[in-house]
């Protein structure tokens, strides 16, 4: 009975350790910085001592490093860890936006931003007759696309006149043509946190998007669809993304879990 109790009682600290860990990787992971042991005790609300032999044992494994008074940091263990995670954004994202295809019957996408373009990253075609269907890894202008003013919109407004420049090339007719016009689209986006645009970069094609921002960087998802479709559809499939959205966000992490 006794071996029992003493059991449980390792368990229980072991426990109890890994947790104490856990809030000191997080104190960490919001301020890039760095924090002396007072201020991380400070921010998980632990005695100093308790913090100081946490982090030596962290910093033994590589998940923070020390610099002196100035300090202490995430270490290279666990950036690695991320960089491996980062490479499976795709395989953590797959069955959401199989979630989301199913739900809306349309054609969805995860897109990254690369200077000016956007590209499809990867794709779930939608089973049906009439539908659209990406090219993989097509570079497509970050302006005219609902993706890329998504994810500008986590830009300010002057890193987007600094990226885009004030004249933009027409993909279609109907592209935007002026960084005025586009600003003004991308402060709706910013208050809706839903970008759309019909034609604008295929002709008879429209697309419904959100920016996600995780800890493996930020990433878009898109709804695609014939523009027939759009306007009778588009309450549910705004719905639909916004549920896939925070999902994701959830398996993943936010980039900083305060906001």
Do not use: W
């Amino acid at each position: 009975m006794n071996n029992e109790i003493l059991a449980d009682e390792e368990r229980s600290g072991g426990i109890q350790v890994i947790s104490r860990a856990a809030a000191i990787l997080n104190a960490l992971g919001s301020h890039p910085e760095g924090l002396s042991l007072g201020a991380i005790a400070n921010e998980v609300q632990l005695p100093r001592s308790t913090v100081q032999r946490i982090v030596a044992a962290l910093a033994e494994e590589g998940m923070v490093r020390t610099e002196g008074a100035g300090g202490v940091r995430l270490g290279p263990m666990l950036l690695r860890l991320v960089s491996t995670i980062h490479t499976d954004v795709i395989a953590i994202a797959s069955p959401y936006l199989q979630q989301l295809c199913n739900e809306t019957e349309e054609t969805v996408s995860l897109g990254r931003a690369s200077g000016r373009q956007i590209s499809n990253i990867h794709y779930i075609v939608a089973e049906r007759e009439l539908r659209v269907v990406p090219k993989f890894g097509l570079n497509l202008p970050i302006y005219s696309t609902s993706a890329g003013r998504a994810l500008l919109s986590m830009k300010s407004n002057q890193e987007i006149r600094q990226l885009v420049g004030e004249t933009l090339e027409p993909a279609t007719k109907n592209t935007v043509k002026d960084i005025s016009t586009l600003l003004t689209k991308i402060e709706q986006v910013r208050s809706t946190g839903i970008s759309m645009e019909s034609g604008e970069t295929v002709l008879g094609v429209s697309t419904m998007s959100t920016a996600i921002e995780t800890i493996l960087g930020h990433y878009s998802i898109s709804v695609l669809m014939p523009t027939e479709r759009f306007g009778s559809r588009q309450q549910k499939v705004e719905q639909a993304i916004l549920r896939c959205k925070e999902s994701l966000i959830g398996e993943i992490g936010r980039l900083n879990s305060a906001k």
